[in-house]
Each structure stands twice: as C-alpha cells, then as structure tokens.
C-alpha cells in the first residue's frame, strides 16, 4: 500500500512538472526572440508574444482540405501528447530520485512524435509537405545516433540509464575533456533536434529553406497551436536537459536554462542557415566530438 502510493505521489509530482513545463515553454521562445531582436538592434516582439499566437491559432476553425485522411487530424495530438510525456520524465525538480524516466524510453517517445508529424506531411498531398517531412527523416536519421552516443557519454560517467541517475550533482562541477567535449556536442545536437539556425529557420517563410516548419504549411485553428505549444515545450525540454546533465557549472538550474537560452539566441545570430547537405558533417562533427569524449573516459 506504501508503494502504491509513492508511485502515484510520484506519478503527479511528474505530471506537475510536464503542467509546469508547458506553461513555461512559450516564454523560453518568446525570450530567445526578444535576445535575437536585441542582437539585431531590433526592438521586437514582446517575450509573451508566443502566448498571444497560442491563443490566436486556438480560436480560429480548422481548415482541411478534402486530400487529408486521419492521420493528419491525429498527428498534432500525438506530438503534443509525446511531447508532454516525455515532459514527465524529466529529472524531478520538485522532488529527487523519481524513476519514471529511463533515457532510452525517452529519446524513442520523442521518435514516436516525429514519425507521425513526418508522416502527416505526406499525407496531406502537397508538394511542400512531403518535401518537409522527408527532410525532416534525413536529418532524424544524422540527430538519433548523435544523441546516443551523447547518452553512452553520460552513462558511463554516471552509471545509470535513469535521466534522474544522469543528472549532474550539485557539488560536480564536471570540466573535464570529456564533460567539455560532451557539453558543446549535446548543444549542437539541441540545435539541431529543435530544428533551430544553423540546420534549420524557425521563423522562415520561403518553402524551399524550409524543413520542420515547411511541414505545418496545411495546418490551421487549434492544431496548429499544438503543434508550435508541442515545439516550444520540446526546445524547453532539451534546454532543461543540456542543465541538468551536460552544463558543467555549479550554478542554479534556473540560470543555467537561462544561459543556454541567451546562447540559442547568440548561436543564431551569429549564423545562417546552413545548406541541407552540410547537415551532415556538422552532426558528424558532433559525432566526433562526443566519440572523444567517451575515449576520455
């Protein structure tokens, strides 16, 4: 009876923190807009912007054009949906050592959402849709090995397959070759998952540079708004990850995702978006890095 209800204690101590979380996550991206626009000399948007175009794609019907079956309805419930649950599977940042939150679990809900919203592209019979979501595989097949290894990195650092196990201790401070090495490759992979500058353009609007955005172009009303809500928690996750597993500083988790967010924003501006065939060796560069990292061990 004990057990029984630990685990659900547990159980909602992680659905608290996924609530959390996605109430967060438009504010991350709001203040990495306003960063980017402060960089720029711009005056931008303001940091709650995300949360007025949430609530405007909420109230608007959705439109669907008569070619979509039902996977195209069900796609952006499922992302939004794997998105979340793997939200609660984050290391516990209302109470420690809750093991709902096994790595590989993880990284393969994650998967889940991108397979239907890769297939809910095509299934919309529009040329650009396709486009999007075979580009969308191309770069998930670069991303997934990546993120192992970074994984295999962190294992054998700690020694738990448990994202809570995984988690830096307060007191570690980690700057070693292979925490540095490990910290600057996971960044990269960050970028590259949320498919932000240089692999990707969230804020482009010409269809042939664009991949993950290029396959939203069909939708509209409230599944659009779970789409971008679904996003902007999965950049939040990865940022709150990069913290509590790879950041080698003994600082508060609130300025680490702070720090990182500031460096998203930095990174770029800095750059342009890369051509869709250097994808490849700038994961593979990742790669390397984190391969030098496990032999460092």
């Keep these: 009876m004990i057990d029984l209800m630990q685990a659900f204690t547990d159980l909602v ?131 997934e090995p990546v993120i192992m290894l970074s994984i295999l990195s962190n294992v054998i650092h700690t020694g738990s397959t448990n994202l809570s196990g995984m988690t830096l201790r307060p007191d570690e401070v980690n700057l070693t070759v292979a925490g540095v090495l490990t910290c600057i490759a996971f960044f990269l992979v960050l970028l590259a998952e949320n498919s932000r500058i240089p692999v990707d353009n969230p804020d482009t609007h010409l269809e042939l540079t664009m991949i993950h955005e290029c396959m939203t172009l069909e939708y509209s009303g409230r599944l659009l708004a779970l789409i971008h809500w679904a996003s902007q928690l999965k950049l939040l996750m990865f940022i709150v990850l990069f913290s509590l597993l790879y950041f080698p500083l003994n600082i508060p988790l609130v300025l680490k995702v702070l720090i990182a967010t500031v460096a998203v924003a930095v990174v770029e501006t800095m750059n342009n978006k890369m051509r869709l065939f250097k994808v490849r060796i700038y994961l593979a560069a990742a790669g390397v ?3 030098l990292a496990v032999v460092a061990q």
């Design 289 to 291: 890095m984190l391969l």
């Design 13 to 143: 101590y992680c659905l608290g923190q996924a609530l959390a979380l996605l109430l967060i996550a438009p504010l991350i991206t709001g203040i990495v807009k306003k960063c980017k626009a402060a960089f720029q000399n711009r005056v931008g948007s303001s940091i709650f912007q995300e949360y007025y175009d949430i609530y405007k794609w909420w109230r608007k019907p959705v439109i669907l054009s008569p070619y979509t079956g039902i996977i195209f309805k069900v796609a952006p419930c499922i992302y939004f949906i794997t998105t979340l649950v793997a939200a609660a599977m984050l290391p516990n940042m209302f109470a420690k050592q809750i093991g709902f939150g096994d790595v590989f679990v993880f990284v393969y809900i994650m998967a889940i959402g991108r397979f239907f919203m890769a297939v809910s592209s095509m299934d919309a019979a529009t040329a650009f849709g396709g486009m999007g979501g075979s580009r969308e595989v191309y770069i998930a097949a670069f991303v």
